[in-house]
Each structure stands twice: as structure tokens, then as C-alpha cells.
């Protein structure tokens, strides 16, 4: 989240002059958003790309330069290079059949509406893989716009554009009775 | 749902900027776009909150270690790895750069485009002032040897324009520049006060005195007509040249057509 940006920025500097514990900090704040994009892009062997993004940010990070919301960026698009490689590599070896994936089944607790990881990546299975990408980059590892559009290498009007579409299939995707009343709402509303 | 989305807006204010970018006119809309975001965080919340193993912590902790241990120095900033926010100076300073080459480039056209306008134009104007015709030069060699008669020449004529010193052929005395003015005070001589410049200054000081300029402007141009084998094609210029008393002031000439 952008509130803990100040940890980050602390964790950074640190992990910068060689501190050990700092770069462990690092990946606890990182991990999760680079780990939710990777869920949702790719799907299985996430955690072995995330191991070899954070491969590469362990050796280059002596190069970086920026704040904490500049290193979201930079991770965000090692660990894309290597999701891309990734489905590179799947794409060309067999296609897997895309009936494996599984239902759109929400456990929607009580208290408030949670969706479990496996039905969000159900959900985002079905983007277009650019809108998913857009979708998760700015939520899941919470990048802002101008971020989304250098990680991804497109413009940012475009990016906008997918990221407007994605959320709109998401909603319809989820549908009634797993989306916030607004949602309902405006999907019932002629556009 | 309203308190939900109030909530979120203050702990996320960056990545709901976006927000603002399309039309938030109607209520509809905004709401709708909220409940979009609030989609799309559902859908991130749940993929976010997947547990994490300690094992890939030590394991980028451990690759981290390698790292510092393989090179102690800090390797070179790639440009992908430059992620600052670019500053207001740092645009204006790449904005200055790209008006300064636009600039040069648009100058520089426009220069070479002057400078091929006025070219061919100077090389006909040399025969219009002709006077070998009228009166033959009275020592056609000069060209060489009248600089050591107008010893004030010298240091005038080495400071003149910056179109002078490229004919390297002629030595640094040499008045071309006084030929220059001589035809150019041809043409202006009736009109305005044109003639009151330091210009006309010095060439009245590279004569002698007032009254000599119009001989020595034909003596220079003359022997410049000698050395140019152009013929003399408008002799009618030289009309109201031949006056050996040309005055500086414009009001007492003759042949004033203004």
C-alpha cells in the first residue's frame, strides 16, 4: 500500500548500503503485489518466477535508482520480463487446455465480500492478457499510471483505456451477486 | 458502500487519480467507476493475501548476500533502472534542449538560404558599377599596391566585416571593403543619411577628404573591373557618377528622386 511507502523508502535506503535485514523487509513489502500479478498472469509456477525476478533485484539492486514507489516500478518490470520469458517458453510447448481452469466459484464470507485467489485468477483468466496485466499492475502492485504505462511500454492513454476495460469485464464477469451495489448498478444501466 | 469507498479513497489516493481522468460528471458514472475500482481491488485483495513462504525470503536474502559478496563495487545506472520521478528542472531542461536544436536547426536553414539568395546577386552587381568604360583606371596594377598609399586603410580595413578576411588571396590592407562601400554609397549617396555612418567615415578617411571619394571609389572599382572580365553592360548607372564633388549631405543632390 502507498501508506507504508515511508517503511519502503526506509527498507530501501538500507537494503542500498548492503543491510541484510532491510532487503528481507524489501521482499516481505514487495512480495505479495509481485506474487498477485504472477498469480493472475501466469497462473502455476508464480512462485518460481518470483524467485528468479527477486534473483535479479538481489544482484541489481545496487543499481537502481529512485524512491519506493519508483523500486515498485523497476520490480514490477523485472519480474514481468521473466512472467513474459515464462509464457513465452508455455506458449511455445503445448497449449494447455483452458477448460482446467476452475469455475468462477466465490466464497463470499459474511462480513465483508472477499473472493478467493483461485476464482480471481479464474476471473482474470478470461482477460485479454493486456487488461489483466493493467488491472493488476495498478491494484495488485499498486503502480500509478504513468508506472503502468513504463513497465508495460505503452502510453499511457492506452494504458488507461485497458485498464477501464479490464475492471469492466471484471465486473461482469463476477457478476450480481459477488460485485458492490454500484457495480450492479452501472452494469444495469444502458452505457 | 459509500463509507467503504470514502475509506479507500484516503488510503489510495495515487492509484485512484485515474479516476479523474475520464468523465466524472454524473454521480452515475463516478459510482460506477468506484465500483469498478472496487472490483478490481477485490480481485488484487485476493490474489494479494495468498500467504508467503519464509523459504523465498531466505532465498532472495541469501542471493542478496551472493551479490555483495561477487562484486563489492556499485555497477552503472542503467537507463531502466532510473526510476525517479522526473523533476519540473528536469523537464525544462530537456525542454531547453530541444528548443535550442530546433532553433540551430531553423537558423541554420535560414542562414545557408540567405547566403544562397545573396550570392549570385554580388557576382552581377560587380560589372553594374562597372567604369571601365568611362575612364580607365589610372594605375590598373593597384589592387596590390593601394594599400601602401592609404596608410589609414590598414587598420580600418582589418576590422571590417566579417566577409573581408575570406579571400585570402588579397592581402590583409587590401580595401575591399571600401570597394564595397564605394559601391554602396553609389546607390545611396541622393538618399537619406546613410552617408553620416562611420562607415562613410572611414571611407572619406581612406580617400583623404570628401571631395576625393567619388575619384577614389573610381579608381577602385576600376581596377576591380579590370581584374573581373564581365563587360560593362549598364553604363546608364553611371550617370550621376562622374561629379567629382559628391556631397555627403543627401539634400544638395542633384538627381534626388525621393
Redesign the interface.
Known amino acids: 500500500m502507498p501508506a507504508n511507502d515511508p517503511e519502503l523508502n526506509t527498507a530501501l535506503t538500507q537494503a542500498q548500503c548492503g543491510d541484510e535485514t532491510a532487503f528481507a523487509a524489501l521482499h516481505r513489502l514487495l512480495q505479495p503485489g509481485l506474487l498477485g500479478y504472477l498469480h493472475g498472469i501466469v497462473g502455476e509456477g508464480a512462485e518460481d518466477i518470483a524467485a528468479a525476478a527477486w534473483r535479479e533485484i538481489a544482484r541489481d539492486l545496487p543499481r537502481f535508482r529512485g524512491d519506493g514507489q519508483g523500486l515498485r516500478g523497476w520490480t514490477a518490470s523485472i519480474t514481468r520480463r521473466h512472467a513474459l520469458q515464462h509464457l513465452r517458453r508455455r506458449d511455445a510447448s503445448v497449449r494447455s487446455a483452458e477448460g482446467d481452469l476452475p469455475e468462477v466459484a466465490a466464497t463470499s464470507a459474511p462480513a465483508r465480500v472477499m473472493l478467493s485467489a483461485e476464482s480471481a485468477r479464474a476471473v482474470l483468466a478470461r482477460l485479454p492478457r493486456p487488461q489483466a496485466e493493467a488491472v493488476l499492475l495498478r491494484h495488485a502492485i499498486l503502480l500509478d499510471e504513468r508506472a503502468v504505462a513504463r513497465v508495460m511500454r505503452r502510453p499511457r492513454p492506452v494504458v488507461r483505456v485497458l485498464t477501464r476495460r479490464g475492471m469492466g469485464s471484471l465486473a461482469r464477469l463476477l457478476g450480481s451477486e459477488e460485485v458492490p451495489h454500484a457495480v450492479a448498478r452501472s452494469l444495469g444501466e444502458p452505457r | 458502500?459509500k463509507a467503504?469507498r470514502n475509506g479507500e479513497e484516503a488510503?489510495?489516493?495515487?492509484?485512484r487519480?485515474?479516476e479523474d481522468?475520464?468523465r466524472p460528471s454524473t454521480p452515475?458514472n463516478a459510482?460506477?467507476?468506484?465500483?469498478?475500482?472496487?472490483?478490481?481491488?477485490?480481485?488484487?485483495?485476493?490474489?494479494?493475501?495468498?500467504s508467503?513462504?519464509d523459504t523465498?525470503?531466505q532465498?532472495?536474502?541469501t542471493?542478496?548476500?551472493?551479490?555483495?559478496i561477487l562484486d563489492g563495487r556499485?555497477?552503472?545506472?542503467?537507463r531502466?533502472?532510473?526510476?525517479?520521478?522526473k523533476t519540473p528542472r528536469q523537464r525544462w531542461v530537456r525542454g531547453g534542449a530541444a528548443a535550442l536544436v530546433t532553433s540551430a536547426l531553423l537558423g541554420g536553414i535560414a542562414f545557408a538560404s540567405i547566403r544562397e539568395v545573396d550570392t549570385p546577386p554580388q557576382d552581377t552587381a560587380v560589372p553594374g558599377t562597372s567604369h571601365s568604360t568611362h575612364q580607365p583606371p589610372s594605375h590598373p596594377p593597384s589592387r596590390r599596391s593601394s594599400p601602401a598609399s592609404e596608410p589609414t586603410a590598414t587598420p580600418t580595413a582589418a576590422e571590417q566585416l566579417p566577409g573581408t578576411p575570406k579571400t585570402a588571396a588579397q592581402p590583409p590592407g587590401t580595401p575591399k571593403s571600401l570597394k564595397a562601400h564605394c559601391r554602396a554609397y553609389e546607390r545611396i549617396k541622393n538618399r537619406g543619411h546613410a552617408l553620416d555612418a562611420t562607415a562613410w567615415q572611414r571611407l572619406v578617411q581612406a580617400a583623404g577628404t570628401e571631395q576625393q571619394v567619388a575619384a577614389y571609389c573610381h579608381r577602385l572599382t576600376g581596377s576591380a573591373d579590370e581584374s573581373t572580365p564581365s563587360p560593362t553592360q549598364r553604363d546608364k548607372t553611371r550617370k550621376g557618377h562622374g561629379k567629382p564633388t559628391a556631397r555627403a549631405k543627401p539634400s544638395k543632390g542633384p538627381a534626388d528622386r525621393n
Open positions: 458502500m467503504d488510503l489510495s489516493g495515487k492509484v487519480r485515474y481522468a475520464p452515475e459510482d460506477a467507476s468506484a465500483g469498478l475500482e472496487r472490483t478490481a481491488e477485490l480481485i488484487a485483495a485476493a490474489l494479494r493475501q495468498q508467503l513462504d523465498a525470503e532465498a532472495a536474502v542471493a542478496f548476500r551472493d551479490a555483495r556499485s555497477p552503472r545506472t542503467r531502466s533502472d532510473d526510476w525517479r520521478p
